[in-house]
Structure formats: C-alpha cells, structure tokens
C-alpha cells in the first residue's frame, strides 16, 4: 500500500503533519501517521486501515503477540486480514500508546461507493485516544456530519490567488512569450483562473 504514503500535498496538512513529525519523532508512545486520498488510485478501507497500521507498527521494535499472529495465520492461509480484524487490531495497537495523531488529507478524493470515507471514519471513531484531522473540499462536510467533528473552513482570497498566479507567470520558463509579454491576454488567463479556482 505504499501509494498511500506519498508526500502529502495540501499544504495545511503537510505543515502540520511535519509539525508533529517533529514533535513527537523521538516519543516513543505516540504515533502519527497519514493517508493522501487520490481519486485516481482509489482503496478500500481495509488498504486504508492497513495502512495506518504499517505506519503505527513502524514505530515499535517489538511486534505484539496479536501482529504476529495474525500475520503466521494469514501467511500460512496465503489471505489478508479483513476489515474488522484490522480496527481490531488498529485499536489495540492504539491503546498502548499514549496518543495517535491521524491526518486524512482530501477525504473527498476518496471513493464515494461502497461508503469508503464512512466505513473509515466509523472504525477510527472506535479508537478513543486517536486525534484526527481531515481536509477535503466543502462536500466532506456532509460526511462529517454523521460524526463528532468540528469543522474550519480556510478559503483563499482571490487577491491572493492572483498574487500567486502571477508570481508563477513571471517566474517559469515554461510559459509561452505571449503569456508573459501580452498583458491583455495575461490578464485574462490569471482572472480566469481566479474565478474557476473557488477559494481553493
């Protein structure tokens, strides 16, 4: 599942999953792990929670008598644990830690069939020291609302946008003279850009 560890590349997460990084790196009874979400590499929730568990796992020197035993039976059965061997298993590996910090960056890129993002969010709610953070579109909002959950909205000014926009103009050389040297046609490429980008 290593496509699921990718660098995250919303900003607001990879700050503040560096932050933690930081932070606790050298703590050993705290774990902090994360899942991008990208639409065009969809997973299952057992991928997912399979993941958050390498990630917690990869802290310990010492496996638990549970990993190891999950891992001989379904070695030897040539399977893979299901999803609610691996909450399971998730929450007891949780409890020996002191905190969890979980980062679910674009929840919205995730699968809507099946329920992925429920299904996932149901089995981590079940772990009562985990502390999540999730970003996503507004949309995920209607997720959310079937949780406990407190929600930011962070939009992007358009005059920021624009500022952004046209620093990227007037530094790549990848861009066609026409779009750097005509500020007419420049003009309008970053206004529409602006407008299509929605605060985001």
Not at 69 to 78: E, F, L
Not at 127 to 153: A, D, Q, Y
């Amino acid at each position: 599942m290593s496509r699921l560890l990718k660098p995250i590349p919303d900003k607001i997460s990879s700050i503040v999953f560096e932050g933690l990084r930081k932070t606790f790196d050298d703590v050993d009874d705290v774990a902090i792990a994360c899942v991008y979400f990208n639409y065009r590499e969809p997973a299952t929730p057992p991928e997912i929670l399979a993941n958050l568990l390498k990630q917690v796992l990869k802290r310990n020197n010492i496996l638990s008598k549970d990993i190891r035993a999950s891992y001989a039976s379904h070695r030897q059965r040539n399977t893979r644990p299901h999803l609610t061997e691996l909450s399971t298993l998730l929450a007891s590996e949780y409890s020996r830690l002191t905190s969890c910090f979980l980062v679910l960056d674009a929840l919205d890129e995730c699968a809507t069939d099946n329920n992925v993002g429920f299904k996932i969010l149901s089995e981590l709610q079940k772990i009562s020291n985990s502390r999540l953070m999730i970003t996503g579109r507004p949309h995920v909002e209607t997720l959310l609302s079937k949780f406990t959950s407190t929600t930011l909205e962070i939009r992007a000014r358009d005059e920021d946008i624009r500022r952004s926009l046209e620093t990227q103009v007037d530094e790549s050389y990848n861009l066609l003279d026409c779009v750097r040297n005509d500020e007419t046609f420049r003009r309008s490429v970053i206004d529409t850009i602006t407008t299509k980008a929605k605060g985001m």
